[in-house]
């Protein structure tokens, strides 16, 4: 039996994997503490797991923005990466002091993992970074992480790809990275190495995507330690016990029903994609079907004779029923909607969502409205395209058939077995 500790950041789309991983961990014997925040305290016991507190500034999740393109990654590096990496490192350095953990398992936004990587080997234990976003990672073969650009072909692409990387790490990101130096070397005493911060990943013992190839964008220079395992949505914890709503039963197949939700962080304002679902599918032969990411129903829209609506639903359980699922992009959510081979129609401008959503549309799985605030029209127009083309749901069959041969959080343990008995 080993001795794990597993991180993850206060966010349901990021805390949902790592408990997958945490409750399988735990049922193949291994011993798994869990830092994370309060919040999420009953969820960690519910897997089995001992539950560790996050420190201050780190113990809640960061408020979304309204911020786009590059001020929306500024803003979310400050508040995902810069602000909680004090109330991160300090319990999870003081975790393995008082009790020396064989591995450790953490999300790759969690800044402490990246300060604890750049420790000698000897002097730490193995870090296994667990992708739970879109790659992040640099490359020749690819625009830089957060603009939401595809990947394109031939010179004149790397040429686009060379000058955007150069300026998001020279001149975008600069101050940020400047920050996360400084976090590095007041915490731990680590110095600058001259590697951009969303790389760390390259560093870690093994870098686990929580995707199939498939659905990431090709990279000749990918590092040695990155391995596709697929979701862990297969195997996922609910963070929380889900009842079902009355109206569950209508779901019997009798027309095809729309799924749409804008998550759990951004989900402050329902105009942006909710209200113009419900407005743009009024009329139309669909159920829809909207779940308001916790909040209470009366923040929602009024809904039309065709909506159903309630705070949070069980996806594993909701998705086999849908024909479209609407989205602004959350990794989590993208991938159980292709687990079930369900087309995905896409907008999502903040935080991630850009990337999750090209990688819709380069994968051919669905649309995307390339805009997070989309008009009624726009999403009839993609429904009823969705549902009158068979190509979507073939893209995302394909992907769920990927899915499905994947190795899953089974062959993630796997691995780190291997690694550890060599260690």
């Known amino acids: ?66 911020a786009t393109g590059l001020q929306a990654i500024r803003d979310g590096m400050r508040a995902l990466v810069i602000d909680p990496a004090r109330g991160q490192y300090l319990p999870l350095a003081a975790a393995i002091e008082a009790d020396p953990a064989d591995a450790v398992l953490a999300e790759i936004s969690f800044m402490a993992a990246a300060i604890l990587v750049r420790q000698p080997l000897g002097t730490r234990p193995p870090v296994i970074a667990c992708g739970i976003l879109p790659l992040t990672l640099s490359s020749r073969d690819c625009a830089p992480f957060g ?8 010179p004149l692409s790397r040429f686009r790809n060379r000058a955007l990387n150069w300026f998001v790490a020279n001149v975008a990101l600069k101050d940020t990275q400047r920050q996360v130096d400084e ?34 964008y090709p990279r000749s220079d990918a590092p040695d330690n ?14 929380s016990v ?49 779940s308001a990411g916790r909040r209470p129903l009366s923040a929602l829209p009024p809904l039309p004779a065709n909506a159903r609506a309630a705070e949070f639903l069980p996806d594993a359980e ?41 990688r819709v549309a380069w994968a051919g799985v669905g649309i995307n409205l390339k805009t997070g605030r989309p008009t009624p029209d726009a999403i009839r127009d993609a429904v009823r395209k969705v549902l009158g083309d068979g190509r979507y749901r073939a ?26 008995r060599k260690a």
């Open 242 to 290: 889900t009842p079902k709503p009355d109206w569950w039963g209508e779901l019997d197949g009798s027309r095809p029903v729309v799924y749409v939700t804008q998550g759990t962080v951004s989900n402050a304002d329902f105009t942006a994609l909710v209200g113009p679902t419900l407005e743009g599918l009024a009329e139309e032969d669909v159920t829809v079907v909207v």
């Open 395 to 420: 893209g995302s069959q394909r992907i769920g058939a990927a899915i499905a041969a994947s190795p899953g959080v089974d062959g993630l343990i796997d691995e780190m077995e291997a690694m550890l």
């Open 318 to 358: 909701l998705l086999p029923k849908v024909s479209v699922y609407i989205t602004n992009g959350g990794y989590g959510g993208l991938h159980y909607a292709m687990e079930n081979g369900v087309p995905i129609v896409v907008a999502g401008d903040t935080e991630d969502k850009p990337e999750g959503a090209a």
């Open 147 to 154: 603009l939401g650009l595809m990947p394109g072909s031939g």
């Open 226 to 239: 990155l391995r596709f395992f697929g979701p862990m949505s297969r195997h996922a914890a609910s963070a």
């Open 1 to 66: 039996m080993s001795s794990v500790i597993v991180c993850s950041g206060p966010h349901d789309g990021h805390v949902s994997p790592m408990l997958g991983v945490a409750r399988q961990l735990i049922d193949r014997g291994h011993r798994v503490r869990f830092l994370t925040g309060p919040g999420y305290e009953k969820a960690v016991n519910a897997v089995g797991a001992e539950f560790l507190p996050l420190g201050p500034g780190a113990e809640e999740p960061p408020k979304s923005t309204d």
């Open 183 to 216: 976090r590095m070397r007041a915490l731990a005493g680590v110095e600058p190495d001259g590697s951009f911060f969303l790389d760390w990943m390259r560093n870690a013992d093994l870098f686990a995507q929580f995707t199939v190839e498939e659905f990431e």
